[in-house]
């Protein structure tokens, strides 16, 4: 039995978008273990989040001119854009980095980079399966390892910032690196908020 029998549309959508979302997570990812924040590099990534915008507003649209929506409209609205946000703040962290030009790149980031992909495998897992029943157990799974990834995160950030206040000498250096640690963090928050998103949707249709 089908989760939403109704418009699926909206279903290849949130696909669409997750899957553009993991291809610029995995971009970040390589470009903190190469340490490479080129021009080339973050207009590429800029390229990706342009395009998760372009499906983002698709849907939108696409929500205004449907009468029957397979899940609540406030739903659809809150999934899309805290997917998207995902990816705006992941855009956000590369260009801070390139623009700041700091000058010890962090292997620290590294860490955090592997969390948020972690984390947005599984929401793509989670969207991937929402169009059906017998995938709603699979789905709360996906929406726990989130939040303990989350988690995971936040410890992360603590040991990172305690060892960047002892370490760093450069104040300037300090307070770049801070604010991209966060900015970073505030990604895998957004993943948490997905998933809180996922795992409502799901209870309520299940």
Known sequence: MRLFPKTENFFEYFEELVDKIEEG?????????????S?????????????????????????????????DREDIYALVN????IMDVIEATAVRIHLYKVKKPSDEIIRQA?????????????????????????????????NTLENAGDVTLRTIMANLFEKEKDAIELVKW???FQ?????????EDVSNILEGI???HA
């Not at 495998?121 to 399966?129: G, L, N, P, R």
């Open 82 to 85: 805290k997917l998207d946000s």
């Open 114 to 146: 592997q969390i948020l992909n972690d984390a947005i495998k599984k929401i793509k897992s989670a969207v991937h399966a929402l169009r059906n029943m017998k995938n709603s157990e699979m789905i709360l799974d996906c929406c726990v390892e989130i």
């Open 202 to 204: 799901v209870l309520k």
């Open 178 to 180: 801070k604010d991209i």
């Open 183 to 191: 900015l970073l963090e505030e990604a895998i928050d957004v993943c």
């Open 25 to 37: 997570g995995q971009l970040f990812l390589e470009m903190a273990q190469t340490r490479d924040y």
């Open 39 to 71: 021009d080339v590099r973050v207009a590429k990534l800029k390229e990706i989040e342009h395009e998760a915008d372009g499906i983002t507003h698709k849907t939108y649209e696409k929500m205004h001119k449907t009468f029957l929506t397979p899940i």
